[in-house]
């Protein structure tokens, strides 16, 4: 497979999918599916659908139009907090949206009202993260202004882990969601029926049977599209890691020292890299560099190339361990994690092909 391709294998994501589906469910947890690492690929979306997900997630909107232009008429929730700007776009596109500024809330109403609907919307809580969502103590100020407007429909609560903070979801802090969303209810008199706990950092405590009850609804990507949970980014049990691959092309093959020659100064990126001296080395260059995807994020398949580094155009393997069996114009393949993915699935100079196993 010549070129740049990033190949998805829709099988392993239904394959995928259908696992983490009945893993959830057998805790009583349904699955939105989440598509921002493929840019909201229509594809991949339906592959998750055909595996029993309860809707599909996305973060961007783009990714929702194009979702929605591709005939995907499955709910969709978009996971990022709005804009207000884009309010109206949001209510036109998105079934379901999470949440936090009581100003957005108040455009997505009137943006809602204005179309003679309502908007369906999950207010998040921010557990420890400190990204998105509302600290614990203001939920109640921001429910109460929730449920005075007209254009909306409180869904319920949300929060979202292991993202900027890195912390893992718990005993501890999932039971306070529960709680908050107990609280919730009785302070508002209203159902609070989805209680959105997270995404694929959540897996192991679901798995090990001690996510609390009152906790409804994951929002899974990465364990979908790359086999993994996301607090160590261990494989996740019953799925494959090799959905995603990233393929290029050999476009030189030389012999040449492994530390560079001459006085030095910055890379290409602005940085001062260190190098090992391996000798002589089968150094080669592949047309991918870090304007088509995150090159830190990519492991080749095969085990004896070893990656360099690279620039814009490159990257730079060691191939000396492969020598003779890799020639200028060969594939390379490489394991992508999720920075790999989203870059080069979002890269327009990287081609999205879809296989069936
Ligand atoms: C990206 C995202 C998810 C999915 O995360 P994964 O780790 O890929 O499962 C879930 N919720 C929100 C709010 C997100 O932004």
Redesign the pocket.
Known sequence: MPGRVLTVDLDTVEANTRAVVEQCAAHGITVVG?T??LAGHPEVARAMLRAGVAAI?D?RLENIRRLRAAGVDAPVML??VPSRSHAADVVDLADVS?NAEVAVLRALSDAAAARGRTHDVIVMVDLGDLREGVWPDQLPAVLDAVVGMTGLRLRGLGA?LT?FGGVLPTEQNMGLLAELAGDAERRLGVPVDVVSGG???ALPLIAAGRMPTRITQV?????ILLGRE?GERRPWPGTRQDACVLHGEVIELQRKPSVPVGPRGQDAMGHRPEFDDRGTVDHALVNLGTVDTDLGALCPLDDRLVILGGSSDYVVLDATAAHGDLHVGDEVAFAVG?AALVTAATSPYVEVRTTRR
Do not use: D, F, M, Q
């Not at 929002?219 to 364990?223: H, Q």
């Open positions: 989440v921002k690492g997630g973060s996971l990022r999470l979202n993202c995404n694929s950092s929002r899974i990507g990465e364990a996301t999720y």
